[in-house]
């Protein structure tokens, strides 16, 4: 993986998290782009596709606590 397509990785998952209103630090980011590897850099920008991303980084952040 290229250094542009995991910045623009990060920053699709930032923004999936903003768009749910999800408080974001490093952790949250962390989960949400191993979560997110499954899909494309393009397909993280559709709505489906970040609910799940985000459901998945909230409930993996809930069971390590």
Not at 13 to 35: G, P, Q
């Amino acid at each position: 993986m290229n250094v542009r397509e995991t910045i623009a990785r990060v920053c699709n998952c930032i923004l999936a998290l903003a768009k749910h209103h999800v408080f974001i630090n490093d952790t949250i980011i962390v989960y949400a782009v191993e979560h997110s590897q499954s899909y494309s850099v393009k397909e993280l920008l559709k709505a489906d596709v970040m609910a799940e991303i985000v459901m998945q980084a909230k409930a993996q952040l809930a069971s390590s606590q």
